[in-house]
Every structure is written in structure tokens, then in C-alpha cells.
């Protein structure tokens, strides 16, 4: 299995509601990561686990809290967001956190929040 | 300020021929470049690396090239083919130090047959 799963595809949301996203690799990863990619612009890191322990936080908003229950699943819970937070969110793992492996993507959850 | 550039937005070549797509940095801790595909509605696929103590990385019709001097890398795709269309970007990182990877803007490529 070399995939990197997301769900759900799509996702519309209120400034008020609480929503989670989630992220899901069985390659033996211990290092996931999550990006948001606007449009027609590179993907920016926001969180990388390593180990199931947060390693790396770019600056990331508190409305943005993400969580790694085990090396297999990577969560991003969402709450009280703004409209400029829509955007494509990309979960992403590697072998270990060392920034020399490739990092594997998934699909990505595009997210509107009205 | 960005560290890693493709001044290209695009780039249309013909079945067949070469793709060539450039990619700039600034940083000259980085280490370590990646180049990454991506199709409409799908995350970035993983294409090809190359370490600093390289200059030239193959696997198949891709090829990358790194000069350190200069600090440029390029894609070489070569023949080009319709279904290699995609979005390419150029990826950065300090490893030794443990730095994220930066991404350039990417270049949108079209193969036409």
C-alpha cells in the first residue's frame, strides 16, 4: 500500500462549526505532515509529526489544531475558521522526519468556509 | 522573500521533444531537491531527488541536473509525452539542519501530441 488517503474530498463549513480532517497511511511513515495550497501557489507547511509527536508548528493559527493518535493516522481539527482559510488541505508522509526523503501526498481536502 | 523560484508559469512543448523546466534557489544551505507532479484534483506525486553532493540525477525520461554555482536545477523530460501535462514543482530543504521543504509556484506543462 503506497497510498496517502484523505477524507473527506470536500468540505463546506461555517465560521462557527467545528469540523476534522483526516489523513490516513499505511507505508510504515512515522513522520506526516500537513500543508494548505491556495490557489495557483505552492503548497506552505503548517504542522510536521514526527513519531507521533508534533515537530515542527510553522506559526499556525490556534483555530488549526492538529493531532496524531498513532504513526498511522493524522487528524487536523477545524474551528472558528475565516473565509481566507478555504484552500486545499494536503496531508503528506515520509519515512522518517529527516527533510532527505520524499514525501508521499494525498489527494487533499478542499475546504470552503463560508 | 522567496527562496525557491520558477520564473516560468508555463511551458508548451511538442510529443517528443524535451521539456526542460528550471527551477532557482537562494538559499544555499539548502541540501537536498525534489521534484514533484501534480495533476487537477490530486495531491503532489513525488517524481525524481537529487542530494547536494550531486550533480545529475536519472530515472528513466527524467533527469535532474543541479548546479551548485549557479544554484539552479533543472527538469529534463525527455521525450515528452501528452499525459506528462501537469503542474511541476521544485522543492527545497536544508536537511542536515532539518529545515521544511519550500516549494517554488510551479510551471504548468503542456505536451501537445
Known amino acids: 500500500d503506497t497510498e496517502v488517503t484523505q477524507t473527506p474530498k470536500h468540505l463546506v463549513m461555517g465560521m462557527t462549526n467545528k469540523k476534522s480532517l483526516k489523513c490516513e497511511q499505511h507505508?510504515?511513515?512515522?513522520?506526516m505532515y500537513w500543508y494548505k495550497q491556495k490557489a495557483k501557489k505552492p503548497p506552505e507547511l503548517m504542522f510536521v509529526y514526527s513519531y507521533e509527536k508534533l515537530s515542527i508548528n510553522e506559526s499556525v493559527p490556534s483555530r488549526f489544531s492538529p493531532e496524531c493518535p498513532n504513526s498511522s493516522l493524522l487528524n487536523l481539527h477545524l474551528h472558528a475558521l475565516q473565509p481566507e482559510d478555504s484552500a486545499l488541505y494536503l496531508c503528506?508522509?515520509?519515512?522518517?522526519?529527516?527533510?532527505?526523503?520524499?514525501?508521499?501526498f494525498g489527494p487533499g481536502t478542499r475546504l470552503t468556509v463560508l | 522573500d522567496q527562496q525557491v523560484k520558477q520564473n516560468s508559469p508555463s511551458l508548451s512543448v511538442q510529443e517528443g521533444r524535451i521539456s526542460i523546466l528550471n527551477c532557482d534557489y537562494t538559499?544555499?544551505?539548502?541540501?537536498?531537491f525534489l521534484w514533484y507532479k501534480k495533476y487537477p484534483a490530486e495531491g503532489p506525486t513525488f517524481l525524481i531527488s537529487i542530494s547536494s553532493i550531486k550533480d545529475k540525477n536519472e530515472d528513466g525520461r527524467f533527469t535532474v541536473f543541479l548546479n551548485k554555482s549557479a544554484k539552479h536545477l533543472s527538469l529534463h523530460i525527455v521525450p515528452s509525452q501528452p499525459g506528462d501535462s501537469a503542474v511541476y514543482f521544485c522543492?527545497?530543504?536544508?536537511?542536515?539542519?532539518?529545515?521544511?521543504?519550500?516549494f517554488g509556484k510551479g510551471t504548468t506543462l503542456s505536451v501537445s501530441s
Open positions: 538559499n544555499s544551505m539548502f541540501d537536498y
Open positions: 522543492a527545497a530543504s536544508a536537511a542536515q539542519a532539518g529545515t521544511a521543504l519550500i
Open positions: 503528506a508522509s515520509s519515512l522518517t522526519g529527516s527533510m532527505a526523503n520524499e514525501q508521499f
Open positions: 507505508m510504515g511513515h512515522r513522520a
